[in-house]
């Protein structure tokens, strides 16, 4: 493992990079970081980042801050976390500043719409791409409460439209209770 100062600004380059060619919102973003830091780098392993994944999901705020936020922790703590926040938070803001002084000139521009829908396309692709990986790595691990909890909540959302709120409280409790059953049954043996 390199050194801290080393993946620090490796970090801010990493998310600066990722954030300033990321079209499509946070799930891109976090496949992405997957395969910067986990395929790439080998900084964290795969069930790690889809458990940071997860973290990020569950808080309040933008995913893409969220990841790097966590990511950035695990690898260097708190100025990790600032580092990967710094990164994935400028080049937005960069782009907003400048976009924001000529969208009154672009914004019923015939190539910029065509460019825009055209971009929604490839972000859907990566979506499923992203989902697909994630639902692959819970099956390759062959844990049946985790499949169930998948399935449940993707039939819940999107055939019962139960509020996602609720799904995610529920997946939580599900997760705690889940964890505490095998603490006490490790404690047992």
């Known amino acids: 493992m390199p050194k801290k100062k080393e993946i620090l600004l490796k970090l801010f380059t990493s998310t600066f990079y990722l954030s ?40 309040p705020g933008p995913i893409a801050v969220n990841g790097a936020i966590v990511v950035g922790y695990k690898l260097c703590g708190a100025l990790g976390a600032l580092s990967a926040v710094i990164g994935a938070v400028l080049p937005p803001f960069l782009i907003l ?8 000139l672009v914004k019923d521009n015939q190539i910029v719409s065509a460019m825009l829908l055209g971009m929604q396309s490839g972000v859907g692709a990566v979506i499923a791409s992203v989902t697909y990986d994630m639902a692959a790595s819970e099956m390759k691990e062959k844990n049946i409460l985790s499949v169930l909890i998948m399935v449940g909540a993707f039939l ?6 139960v509020n996602v709120v609720l799904i995610i409280l529920i997946c939580a409790g599900i997760g705690v209770i889940r964890t505490l059953i095998g603490e006490r049954r490790e404690r047992n043996v």
């Open 156 to 161: 819940a959302n999107w055939v019962w439209k």
């Open 97 to 104: 500043s400048a976009i924001s002084g000529i969208y009154t």
């Open 20 to 59: 300033m060619f990321t079209f499509g919102g946070g799930y891109v973003i976090v496949s992405l970081m997957k395969k910067k830091f986990v395929d790439e780098l080998h900084w964290i392993d795969e069930q790690e980042m889809l458990d940071m994944v997860a973290i990020a999901q569950s808080s």
